[in-house]
């Protein structure tokens, strides 16, 4: 119990892979958005001001730069992940009736946080953005080498189909993101829990 | 040849490119963004040389991982007649109202680690072995669009000139100033074609008349139109987008 009670919210390595997939991150979306925007094939643009690079070639370094950062840092925390349990213990798939319950609860301020566990509505949300990122690494690989990954691109419905896909898992990150920065300006002590190493809440009921 | 030249004046979408062109210096000359300011907390923003030099190198170095990920035996995928895209969209670094007419007496230049450096005719290229394909040419802007184009296999071509072929470059220089460069693998794919016909046709002065390279395993800008002169060499030769900044191998 008291080895349980020792352990970080999130330890180390966790804090660490968080803060450099957000660098990778926002650099792929912001890079990306300037991409987009060097032909746009939907009636909408992104502000200028949001892209990163400058110019499509500025753009397109940063973008063919950060992705490895990404995959490295995707690929050890997916390693960390299943090495440490991470994900068996704290990404452990909620049954339906636990999503209802929680959402409801959530969408009503009423559900509770506790540091170092994951309710069922986050359990969906961050196995959903690590699915999210995953496609949208193969994605990028099936429009970045549609010739020599012809295979990948063609499982995504060609070309044209795997951009759009790529396009649209970027507003479902990006949504993600907009919802955990929310619910973290909610519960700011969960942003220090990022930082430092602070305790594992323990259950109210054994 | 040009039929755009009379009309009556300049928009700004005509010359967008070239506004565009006078926006782009480095990659990093505009980085006053959001983007920016949020990527680059703790760099130096006044001096931006430090973060240009580390993201050159990341983009050599992608160049080698695109190198070593090349097969030359891999084709481009190829499309029935009916997945053509009607109509073909024109791109070039100028608007299509300048386009150019062939120059007179064109021929295509030849030099470099070649035995044979006599210039080509148009005929003398028509009489080498013709190869056509109907492919995705696929622009770094992202979009896309499916053409027929056949031409003398580019092997085929630096074979009979008796080029060096474990040169490192092929360097392709054009009538409208523009240039590019590839390397000797992706020269020798089967699908590197010297085009001479777009859609059946000769090529017409917008689609590179009257001799242009088409390169399916590469992004658009590698297709130069309108060539003039090719050189096989070993020192980088550079290009007219890749001296500003686009990734050389440009790769698909």
């Not at chain 1, 440490?84 to 929680?102: C, I, M, N, Q, Y």
């Not at chain 1, 012809?150 to 479902?172: K, S």
């Not at chain 2, 580390?54 to 995928?77: G, P």
Request: charged content about 15%; some cysteine.
């Amino acid at each position: 119990m008291d080895q349980r009670k020792a352990r970080p919210a999130h330890p180390a390595p966790i804090r660490i892979m968080h803060w450099m997939g957000v660098y990778a991150m926002g650099c792929m979306i912001f890079s990306g958005w300037e991409i987009y925007n060097a032909s746009p094939n939907l009636p909408f643009m992104f502000p200028a001001w949001t892209g990163l690079g400058g110019w499509l070639g500025g753009a397109l370094a940063w973008h063919l730069s950060a992705m490895w950062l990404l995959f490295a840092d995707g690929i050890a925390y997916l390693i960390y992940g299943f090495a440490s349990g991470h994900f068996r213990r704290d990404l452990k798939p909620p049954r339906p009736s636990e999503v209802a319950h929680d959402l409801d609860a959530a969408l009503c301020f009423r559900l509770k946080h506790r540091m170092g566990h994951y309710n069922a509505v986050q359990r969906v949300l961050y196995a959903g953005v690590i699915a999210a990122i995953i496609l949208q690494v193969m994605t990028g690989l099936a429009i970045w080498k549609p010739v020599q990954f012809g295979w990948l691109t063609g499982l995504f419905g060609g070309y044209p189909i795997a951009r759009g896909i790529h396009l649209t898992t970027m507003f479902g990150i990006v949504a993600f993101v907009l919802v955990h920065v929310t619910l973290v300006a909610i519960h700011p002590r969960t942003l220090k829990s990022m930082i430092v190493t602070v305790p594992t809440e323990t259950e109210e009921t054994p | 040849m040009s039929t755009q030249c009379n009309k009556p004046a300049v928009s700004v979408a005509e010359i967008r490119p070239e506004l565009d062109r006078l926006r782009r210096r480095g990659f990093l000359r505009n980085m006053l963004s959001l983007g920016s300011l949020a990527m680059l907390t703790g760099c130096d923003l006044s001096t931006h040389s430090g973060v240009d030099a580390a993201l050159e190198a990341i983009l050599r170095f992608d160049d080698k991982v695109q190198a070593a990920l090349f097969n030359r035996h891999r084709l481009a995928e190829t499309y029935p007649a009916s997945a053509i895209t009607h109509p073909f969209r024109f791109n070039a670094y100028y608007a299509e109202w300048q386009v150019r007419p062939v120059p007179d007496n064109w021929v295509l230049n030849v030099s470099g680690l070649v035995t044979d450096r006599r210039p080509w005719t148009l005929s003398a290229l028509m009489a080498l072995p013709q190869q056509g394909q109907i492919t995705r040419h696929i622009c770094i802007e992202g979009w896309s669009q499916i053409g027929q184009w056949s031409g003398v296999p580019l092997g085929v071509f630096l074979r009979r000139i008796g080029a060096d072929l474990s040169a490192r470059y092929v360097y392709f220089k054009c009538s409208d100033g523009y240039s590019t460069s590839i390397d000797m693998a992706s020269a020798l794919q089967p699908q590197t074609v010297l085009a001479l016909d777009f859609e059946g046709k000769p090529l017409a002065p917008q689609w590179g008349a009257p001799l242009r390279l088409r390169i399916p395993t590469k992004l658009g800008f590698k297709s130069a139109k309108n060539l003039e002169a090719i050189e096989v060499t070993n020192k980088y030769p550079g290009g007219y987008w890749e001296d500003q900044g686009y990734d050389w191998y440009a790769g698909v």
